[in-house]
């Protein structure tokens, strides 16, 4: 390629930039007269819907933060507080269920404020007709799941309607926990230089529901990766503290949509290496038939975190210490341009933008 060549591509690319950065500028609007599924898929859809619907309505400091739960200064001390709602099918899968999906989902949340988790709220919705030993097996799991996670679920409600119109069961619990340590991790606090980290394979819960219901006739031995991360994140917050910047669990819309939320909140670039990604290959086999990439696929024990450069060592140290992120590695790097973008460096020597779900590949995977 000459001079002249080399000069069209990058001159291209500025024009690219530029209507993206447009694009992003504009001020959230639905522009559909009616909520789709995509609204509900953690991607371009769902984060219209939240800004310029709920948090247009219900606008304050610390709900303008987006992140996975509040962290609120009571005067009495800091306290986090976050509430999540499940509605994933089949209700039942490898590896776990809707009951301590719904436990482990909100001890996340906490978990990567870098709270305590301490205690939960739980509500139902049942349909009529559900059968009584089918919620038996999902108060179980759950409190299984709550005591596994040194948490109490201490108050609660139950609707029940009309069959057909709630699919066997949906759950919504809230949590507290005790926000022991001064730190602040945000989406927005990403710098230049700073380490993109994940604690282990990425897409099994997402892959593991979709297979479990049975559509595709595919049969493969894997399992849901749901678990309870908060021993995970004390551990790396003892060992590097300030040095983490940000922790989130890589849940509805994966790895991809917790970049680039990161990106365009700290207007840093996430430059992601494709072979650096850990992916089982049952995992990556089963997305090359569903013509879907891994890394927008849905994890339940995963956490990303972007760690400042001189703290890797010691976080990659803790998160493999730990039995839920022995498999942790490095997969990218905070750079400072292109602002707001994700960019992946691919396995064969190209880079292409990394941008948010606009559609729903993995409809109800939590």
């Known amino acids: ?81 976050t509430t999540d709602s ?31 988790p301490l205690y939960l709220s739980a509500g139902f919705i049942l349909e009529e007709g559900f059968p009584v030993a089918d919620l038996h097996r999902v108060v179980d799991s759950m409190a299984a ?25 949906y759950i919504n619990t809230a949590g507290v926990g005790l926000l022991d340590r001064p730190l602040r991790l945000a989406a927005s606090a990403a710098r230049p230089g700073d380490v993109v980290l994940v604690s282990g394979p990425i897409g099994d819960h997402g892959i593991t529901v979709m297979l479990a219901r049975g559509e595709l006739d595919i049969s493969a031995d894997i399992r849901s990766d749901t678990a309870p991360l908060h021993g995970l994140t004390a551990a790396l917050l003892d060992a590097v503290g300030e040095g983490v910047r940000l922790l989130r669990d890589a849940t509805r819309g994966g790895v991809a949509t917790i970049c680039n939320e990161v990106a365009v909140a700290s207007q840093v ?3 992601l290496d494709e072979g650096s990604v ?67 460096r691919t396995a064969f020597g190209g880079t292409r933008i990394v941008d948010l779900l606009v559609g729903d590949p993995l409809p109800r995977i939590c």
């Open 86 to 116: 499940f509605v994933v099918a089949p209700l039942f899968f490898p590896g776990g269920n809707i009951g301590d999906l719904a436990v482990n989902g909100t001890v996340n949340d906490l978990a990567m404020c870098g709270a305590r």
């Open 145 to 169: 799941a709550a005591r596994a996670a040194g948490v109490q679920v201490v108050t609660g409600d139950t609707k029940v309607v009309d069959r057909g119109k709630a699919d066997g069961c």
């Open 1 to 81: 390629m000459n001079t002249s060549q080399r000069a069209g591509a990058a001159s291209r690319e500025e024009q690219v930039l530029e209507r993206i950065a447009k694009v992003r500028a504009r001020r959230p609007k639905i522009r559909e007269e009616r909520i789709t599924l995509a609204h509900g898929a953690g991607g371009k859809a769902t984060h219209t819907l939240i800004e310029a619907v709920f948090v247009e309505a219900f606008r304050n400091p610390v709900l303008e933060q987006l992140e996975d739960g509040a962290s609120l200064d009571t005067g009495a001390g800091r306290l986090a507080f």
């Open 278 to 344: 850990p992916v089982r290959p049952i995992v990556t086999g089963a997305a090359e038939l569903l013509g879907i990439d891994p890394l927008y696929v849905a994890s339940e024990g995963r956490l990303v975190a972007v760690v400042a450069p001189e703290r890797v060592d010691a976080a990659l140290a803790a998160l493999r210490a730990h039995p839920l992120g022995a498999e942790a590695a490095v997969i990218g790097a905070v750079r400072d341009d292109p602002p707001g973008l994700v960019m992946l």
């Open 269 to 271: 670039a996430v430059v």
